[in-house]
């Protein structure tokens, strides 16, 4: 029976931190939080020095990582990036497709389950995210537009075939069959997203009834106010604003979302509606100034890493970010100014919520999964734990 405990840290919970607490461990799961004076004998000791111990961070939405991409179709692809990740404190991950190639799309699928089975350094391998092919022309952004379409069920449902991996699905709900699709999708307990849309404000209040419950990348690739003859009509945006019940996400990276829109977003729907992402791509943990595929490797779209950020070679778009989940948590607190409890909730309970998973992850308390992160003030992490098992150490 292994025991851990971990000692001298400041604890994060959804609602509060906890000082001069003892966190312990038992085989993968945490037995309890101790305060004031704690029997730590015969347990491994790691001490916080003073740091903050918090929740593994969720997310729900990335590409790749260390000049991996998911769609590279290899297990070394899926490895490699889940380690980059841990090491900037994800301990669970869904790897995401994007729109591109049928045969590259299914590949994938078993590359995944083969990397799930065999990971022991990297974040956790949850489920597929599927990003696409779904989409609007107009809200495309940096998808591959030889092939975006309308939904086909045919095409779909030979998808749901090949594989149970498949955990949320974003879509355009305008398009024709998105609703027929949103509704297959919850029956299947698969997470049907919003995103890439140029739809209005009645296209997703028809989603919110057929299913769709989250809006992916929250501004990005998504319509607002629009003139129709004459007329003023709202879009997505003040949609996901307008109903309390629908869930975002966004990419916190200060380049996607300037420190103006992080702030009122918060605001506006707060930290338990709010999931931070990545939505990183494989140049996430790489070297600036270099131009690096978005997707993958021998089809994928090129992209140019500059001033944070990812590039289309043309300059109209964003192509993903380079971001990883410590540095979404230390732009929302540095930048948004954010206090950092809410910060880690966007990044852990949240996330584990809209994905079905606040029974074993998303908090520190007893009987939730080992699945835990240290870090200094400026957000650096120092150690990260998956399962009670350290996968890495600064």
């Not at 704690?38 to 593994?56: L, M, N, R, S």
């Not at 296209?203 to 629009?226: I, K, P």
């Not at 307008?242 to 707060?270: F, R, S, W």
């Amino acid at each position: 029976m292994k025991r851990t405990a971990i000692i001298n840290g400041r604890i994060i919970t959804p609602y509060r931190i906890i000082d001069g607490a003892t966190l312990l461990i038992e085989n993968g799961k945490i037995l309890d939080i101790v305060k004031g004076d704690c029997c730590t004998e015969g347990c491994e000791i790691i001490d916080a020095k003073g740091q903050y111990v918090a929740p593994g961070f969720i997310d729900m939405h990335t590409h790749g990582a260390g000049n991996f991409d998911f769609m590279d179709c290899s297990v070394e692809a899926f490895l490699g990036a889940a380690e980059m990740h841990a090491k900037h404190g994800t301990t669970l991950l869904l790897p995401t497709a994007t729109t591109g190639p049928i045969d590259v799309m299914k590949a994938m699928f078993a590359y995944f389950r083969e990397a799930k089975a065999n990971n022991p350094r990297g974040a956790i391998l949850y489920g597929l995210h599927m990003e696409g092919p779904y989409f609007s022309y107009e809200q495309r952004g940096a998808q591959d537009p030889r092939f975006i379409k309308d939904p086909d069920p045919k095409e779909y449902l030979e998808f749901l075939s090949l594989t149970d991996d498949i955990k949320r699905w974003s879509v355009a709900p305008e398009l024709n069959g998105a609703m027929a699709m949103g509704r297959e999708l919850e029956r299947r307990g698969i997470v049907a997203s919003i995103a890439h849309t140029d739809g209005l404000y009645s296209h997703v209040e028809d989603a919110r009834e057929n299913g769709y419950h989250l809006m992916t990348h929250f501004y990005s690739g998504m319509s607002t106010v629009r003139r129709i003859d004459a007329y003023r009509h709202a879009g997505v945006i003040e949609a996901g604003y307008c109903m309390d019940d629908m869930d975002v996400e966004i990419i916190a990276d200060g380049c996607h979302l300037p420190a103006e829109l992080l702030k009122m977003i918060y605001q506006i729907k707060g930290a338990d509606r709010i999931s931070l992402v990545t939505d990183s791509i494989r140049a996430a943990g790489m070297p600036e100034g270099q131009i690096y595929i978005l997707g993958n490797k021998d089809t994928g779209t090129e992209a140019i890493v500059e001033d944070g950020v990812a590039k289309l070679l043309d300059h109209s778009a964003f192509a993903g970010s380079v971001a990883t989940t410590d540095r979404l948590v230390r732009t929302m607190n540095q930048i948004a100014d954010v206090k950092l409890v809410d910060c880690v909730r966007m990044m852990t309970a949240t996330p584990a919520r809209v994905m079905g998973l606040a029974a074993s992850k998303g908090i520190l308390a007893p009987e939730k999964d080992a699945d835990i992160v240290i870090f200094n003030g400026n957000i650096d992490i120092s150690r990260t734990i998956i399962g009670g098992n350290t996968v890495f150490e600064a």
